[in-house]
């Protein structure tokens, strides 16, 4: 069984930039959330979809946006990029809610912005 | 409302205990631990789940303390590849059921 899949792996961009990361779960999973890892804050909530809904999202301006596709895949998107916006991003599949199910995590995408 | 893990950083030798510790200010439905190691994903490791449910891997213990808000991992006999980052991640009691808020994480080493 595939785990979860992101797409690319490295990336430098610069300020100003937009920069769009994929995430494929694992199949079957209908639940994706999105997570923001530095060394200072951990991991931060982005948001979390299912079945092409936003149903939650976290403290981030509006630069950071996402969707769902049909297929459960989803994608992020940083527009106007900061130098503060490098970090791992993380994103975790479920087959249900975060409450009561394990999730499985991506191996992450390292955005640097110069 | 981000959860608070103490200690921050803990070093053992194999075959050492270990507990670390969760809490939070609010009311919490679940407390979820993952474990990463350096350059990977993080792991599930266990749920535990408000009313004394838990999920989760055999040889993983903890304990949750609803009315304190506070979960506790214990590490016992460790093993090298216990070694990485442990982080908690909770869920407040009434809240959204679809999101997760972690702590800073506990960095473990075990030494041979």
């Known amino acids: 069984k595939a785990g979860v899949t992101q797409t690319p792996r490295y990336l430098i961009k610069t300020r100003g930039q937009q920069v769009t990361l994929s995430c494929s779960p694992i199949?079957?999973?209908?639940?994706v959330s999105w997570y923001q890892q530095t060394p200072g804050q951990g991991l931060q909530f982005l948001f979390e979809?299912?079945?092409?809904?936003?149903?939650n999202k976290g403290n981030f301006p509006g630069r950071f946006s996402g969707r769902q596709f049909s297929n459960s895949r989803s994608e992020m998107n940083v527009s106007t990029l900061e130098l503060g916006d490098s970090a791992l991003y993380l994103c975790?599949?479920?087959?249900?809610?975060?409450?009561?199910?394990?999730?499985?995590f991506g191996q992450g995408t390292r955005l640097t912005v110069v | 409302q981000q959860p608070v893990q103490s200690p921050q950083a803990v070093i053992l030798r194999e075959g050492e205990d270990a507990v670390i510790n969760c809490s939070s200010s609010?009311?919490?439905?679940?407390v979820h631990w993952y474990r990463q190691k350096h350059g990977e994903a993080p792991v599930f490791l266990m749920i535990l789940l408000k009313g004394g449910e838990q999920k989760g891997h055999e040889k993983i213990s903890a304990s949750f303390n609803e009315k304190k808000q506070q979960s506790s991992l214990y590490l016992t006999a460790s093993q090298l590849s216990y070694s990485g980052t442990y982080f908690c991640g909770t869920e407040i009691d009434g809240g959204s059921n679809y999101k997760l808020t972690f702590g800073k994480g506990t960095l473990l080493t075990v030494n041979p």
């Open positions: 609010k009311a919490l439905y679940s």
């Open positions: 199949s079957g999973h209908r639940s």
């Open positions: 975790a599949s479920s087959w249900g809610t975060w409450g009561n199910t394990e999730a499985f």
């Open positions: 979809y299912f079945s092409e809904t936003q149903r």
